[in-house]
């Protein structure tokens, strides 16, 4: 049965229904299919070239050491050519631990260059179920690290790197904060968490609220935890560096920012850990936008989408400040 819960803001539940129409009635994520699953959702995405087409930014793959005893992590830096030492936006992107490739959220890449005159680092992490947790995290976490030890020859400021991320890749960025908190390093001027994904227990409220059919609900949810983590999931067994609402002390992080839509799963369990950032005293700006969808920035005319990206990137302006 369906909760009582918070409207769709009228203009995003437009868009939302004609989204949904796109799609199979009987839409699921199969994990025993996940190459067919991954394969619809990357055709929805263009492609790095695509969006670069027509600018002056230059886009370059590295490969560089994963964790100790795994493969190692492909990189992509886009930059302005010959441009002096840079802020770093190092973006991981969204798709439920378990769908995505470094170049899902690419289309933000050119103006956050433009506005903000940073250099952007893609990370393409393993996914799930066939790298369940600690891949994912420890991927990116690997990644960061040689960013910050290479940073001169990459023309970034090591002094001024942000993790950004969206969905699956805003909880992989508090993970990669708590990592680089808890082993010394490296230091970020701040973490960008856009609708993250940051409790395997699917407990809060918001999460029974929204249980039918949207682009992430309750059982995509669950099925996307249980991939990543298997028959620990819910358990006691679970790590911060997995579900970073499970850490116990939120002090000495970077600065956040975090927002949510008031109309989707995530909603109470990011307010719970902006919460606990400030109980910790800690420093996090928390927007909770009214009647939004989880990924309702994709309708990017409307009213609510114009006003959460213009808050996110003044915030971010404000942290890269020297």
Request: proline share 7%.
């Amino acid at each position: 049965m369906t909760l009582t819960r918070p409207p769709y803001d009228p203009e995003l539940k437009v868009f939302l229904e004609s989204l949904l129409a796109m799609l199979p009635a009987n839409l699921e994520l199969d994990l025993d299919r996940m190459d067919a699953v991954r394969e619809r959702t990357s055709r929805t995405y263009p492609s790095i070239e695509t969006i670069l087409a027509g600018t002056d930014l230059e886009h370059r793959d590295i490969e560089v050491p994963g964790p100790i005893g795994s493969p190692d992590v492909a990189l992509s830096v886009v930059r302005r050519p010959g441009s002096t030492p840079t802020p770093c936006l190092y973006y991981l992107h969204g798709g439920g631990m378990i769908t995505g490739h470094r170049f899902v959220g690419a289309d933000a890449f050119p103006e956050w260059i433009d506005r903000f005159g940073v250099t952007v680092v893609t990370v393409e992490y393993r996914l799930a179920p066939e790298h369940p947790h600690p891949a994912p995290s420890e991927d990116c976490y690997a990644g960061l690290r040689w960013v910050a030890e290479h940073a001169s020859e990459l023309g970034i400021d090591p002094d001024r790197i942000l993790v950004v991320g969206g969905s699956a890749g805003g909880g992989l960025a508090a993970a990669v904060a708590l990592m680089a908190r808890d082993r010394g390093g490296p230091a970020l001027r701040g973490q960008v968490l856009i609708c993250p994904m940051l409790d395997d227990r699917n407990e809060t409220v918001s999460s029974r609220q929204y249980d039918d059919r949207s682009l992430w609900n309750r059982d995509f949810n669950l099925t996307g935890w249980r991939a990543l983590l298997g028959s620990t999931r819910g358990t006691a067994d679970v790590s911060a560096y997995a579900a970073p609402a499970r850490a116990q002390n939120l002090g000495g992080l970077p600065p956040a920012y975090l927002d949510v839509g008031s109309a989707e799963v995530f909603r109470d369990e990011v307010v719970d850990y902006a919460s606990r950032i400030w109980a910790a005293g800690g420093e996090a700006e928390l927007h909770v936008w009214a009647g939004g969808f989880h990924g309702y920035e994709r309708a990017a005319h409307t009213a609510v989408a114009q006003a959460s990206k213009a808050a996110r990137n003044n915030w971010i302006e404000r942290a890269l400040r020297d």
